[in-house]
C-alpha cells in the first residue's frame, strides 16, 4: 500500500514558478513510477508529467515540455514538479500518482494509487 500527499501548491502570478511535492509512504516507492496528473473546473483529467524509478524515463504532456520539470528523490520518498513560466491555464488541481506496472505513463487508469490533490492557481 503506498499513501500519497501533495503540496506546496498556491496561487502565482503568470509567468511565475512554483514547486510542488508529493510524499509517498511504503517502502516499495522507489520500484513505482510516478506521475502528476491535472484537473481544471469542468474538464477531465489530464497528464503532465511521469518518471520512471531510476528517473532515466522522463516524459511530458506538449503543453508542459520545457515549462516543468519532474524529479523524484528515492531516499526521500518523494516526488517533485518545478512549474516554471506558468500560464493561465496551468490552473487545476494537481495530484500524485503511483504505479507499480505502469506501460503507458499517460494513461491515468494504469496509476494504482493517487493523492488528493494540491491547488495551483495562475492568475494574471
Known amino acids: 500500500q503506498v499513501q500519497l500527499v501533495e503540496s506546496g501548491g498556491g496561487l502565482v502570478q503568470a509567468g511565475g514558478s512554483l514547486r510542488i511535492s508529493c510524499a509517498a509512504s511504503?517502502?516499495?516507492?522507489?520500484?513505482?513510477?510516478m506521475g502528476w496528473f491535472r484537473q481544471a473546473p469542468g474538464k477531465e483529467r489530464e497528464f503532465v508529467a511521469a518518471?520512471?524509478?531510476?528517473?532515466?524515463?522522463?516524459y511530458y504532456a506538449d503543453s508542459v515540455k520545457g515549462r516543468f520539470t519532474i524529479s523524484r528523490d528515492n531516499a526521500k520518498l518523494t516526488v517533485y514538479l518545478q512549474m516554471n513560466s506558468l500560464k493561465l491555464e496551468d490552473t487545476a488541481v494537481y495530484y500524485c500518482?503511483?504505479?507499480?506496472?505502469?506501460?503507458?505513463?499517460?494513461?491515468?487508469?494504469?496509476?494504482?494509487?493517487w493523492g488528493q490533490g494540491t491547488q495551483v492557481t495562475v492568475s494574471s
Open positions: 518518471i520512471s524509478w531510476s528517473g532515466n524515463r522522463i
Open positions: 511504503g517502502r516499495t516507492f522507489s520500484t513505482y513510477v
Open positions: 500518482a503511483a504505479g507499480p506496472s505502469v506501460l503507458t505513463p499517460l494513461r491515468a487508469y494504469e496509476y494504482d494509487y
